[in-house]
């Protein structure tokens, strides 16, 4: 099954703790792309990954750090999470930059308290 | 004034109603919009494309207004089921896809 998968799906933390969230995804996509959705302000890109080792700033890429060494993963990590940080964040995949459309994970609610 | 812009709802109707969203956006050459369908707590999913001629899949049509820039979505004979977020989905300057925060719809019996 065509799949984005997240993990984990949801994960409580304490302000400057490092953590990993990980994608990996089975749809031999070149692009991969990180958003966090907060209440009233939509979808908002992070990091987006146009190939391997091919990585670049979104819309709020302040305190978030990515990396692409391979194809199927791309990993979010939070340096030095912060309360701010707080959230739900989404891995997608596509073909084509999204004009095909996404293939979302199951999302992960991240807590950093 | 935001790339996508949506009327968040909530858009509260009675099953077998018709309902209509709207979704304006600020970038002239987009060429590129979607719809997604939200579920609480769960990941967007593709909804249907929204092509220059206007499109339906069954109980839904999407259509385009270029001139006026935006888009709407027209869901027929609601069913509960089709309680849901429906985001708006524009391609912005760099070709990154701009994503409306979404109208809520519940459809009640």
């Known amino acids: 099954e065509a799949q984005v998968t997240q993990n984990p799906r949801y994960l409580i933390t304490v302000t400057g703790k490092k953590l990993t969230v990980t994608c990996s995804q089975n749809m031999n996509h070149e692009y991969m792309s990180w958003y966090r959705q907060d209440p009233g302000l939509g979808l908002r890109q992070i990091y987006y990954?146009?190939?391997?080792?091919?990585?670049d700033k979104g819309d709020v890429p302040e305190g978030y750090k990515v990396s692409r060494k391979e194809k199927r993963n791309f990993p979010l990590i939070l340096e030095s999470p912060s309360p701010n940080q707080t959230s739900l964040y989404f891995c997608?995949?596509?073909?084509?930059?999204?004009?095909?459309?996404?293939?979302f994970g199951s999302g992960t609610r991240l807590t950093v308290v | 004034r935001k790339e996508v812009e949506q009327d968040p709802g909530p858009f509260n109707v009675p099953e077998g109603a018709t309902v209509a969203f709207n979704c304006t956006y600020s970038n002239s050459a987009s060429q590129s919009f979607f719809w997604y369908r939200q579920d609480c707590r769960k990941e967007p999913k593709l909804l249907m494309s929204?092509?220059?001629s206007g499109n339906e899949d069954g109980r839904f049509t999407a259509q385009l207004n270029r001139a006026s820039q935006y888009i709407s979505l027209l869901i027929r004979d609601s069913k509960l089921s089709d309680s849901a977020t429906y985001l708006c989905?524009?391609?912005?300057?760099?070709?990154?896809?701009?994503f409306g925060a979404g109208t809520r719809l519940t459809v009640k019996p």
């Open positions: 929204v092509y220059s």
């Open positions: 989905v524009v391609n912005g300057q760099n070709n990154d896809m701009r």
């Open positions: 997608a995949s596509s073909r084509d930059r999204g004009l095909g459309g996404y293939t």
């Open positions: 990954s146009m190939n391997v080792e091919v990585t």
